[in-house]
């Protein structure tokens, strides 16, 4: 995908919505969260309990944005994403987090 956009769309595959699934968002979440657009992929997702977890990250609302003059910019609250959400999500079953971003952006 990073290729492709040539680095402004942002891609994380959730393998699933409990410790596995929440470690892999932690490990992928920060290098995509500046990009203009994010593909979520939810298909084949093994269930669980923690999609507000990573809605929660998904649906900061930006209340600032500041940094020194030799820092990165950051915004407030941290890693707020700010772009395009897309959810993708397999037609044969309810994809929880892919139904929450739809209604969080809309």
């Known amino acids: 995908m990073d290729q492709k ?9 959730l393998y699933d919505m409990d410790a596995r699934g929440l470690r892999e968002f932690v490990r992928d979440y920060p290098s995509q969260w500046r990009k203009r657009g994010m593909i979520i ?43 395009h959400l897309v959810a993708l999500s397999t037609p044969h079953r309810q994809a929880d987090l892919s139904e929450r971003c739809l209604v969080a952006r809309a």
């Open 5 to 13: 956009s040539k680095g402004t769309i942002g891609y994380i595959h």
């Open 41 to 83: 992929d939810d298909r084949w997702n093994h269930g669980g309990s923690v999609a507000p977890m990573s809605l929660a990250h998904l649906d900061r609302k930006i209340l600032a944005v500041g940094g020194t003059r030799y820092s990165n910019i950051d915004t407030v609250p941290s890693r707020a994403f700010n772009g």
